[in-house]
């Protein structure tokens, strides 16, 4: 079936840096919308940013300026680059990928920001 691994998650001190990573296996990752989304303890699971399959890029007003998307499908995966972490940014993310009804989740990276 269609899996998604997301990779790159850690612990980093306030204004570092960290790369996600999202692997897609047995799908045809060029037809899909790619999202990043994270949900921090106690908040419901909010989007960070997204990239169309023609590469429109579109972020939350937190991580403007911050973070950016972008996708490889030639190697079927997906990243975000995350600079300048707050502590705000620590959850758990997760990666996506929809086309049409079809709507694949990853399990998710641990991102923590402290100093």
């Known amino acids: 079936q269609v899996q998604l691994v997301e990779s790159g998650g850690g612990l980093v001190p306030p204004g570092g840096s960290l790369r996600l990573s999202c692997a897609g296996s047995r799908i045809t990752f060029s037809r899909y919308a790619i999202a990043w989304y994270r949900q921090a303890p106690g908040k419901q699971r909010e989007l960070v940013a997204s990239?169309?399959?023609?590469?429109?890029?579109l972020y939350s007003d937190p991580v403007k300026g911050r973070f950016t998307i972008s996708r490889d499908n030639a190697n079927n995966t997906a990243s975000l680059q995350m600079n300048s972490l707050k502590s705000e940014d620590t959850a758990v993310y997760y990666c996506n990928a929809l086309f049409l009804r079809q709507n694949y989740w990853g399990q998710g990276t641990q991102v923590t920001v402290s100093s």
């Open positions: 990239i169309t399959s023609g590469g429109t890029t």
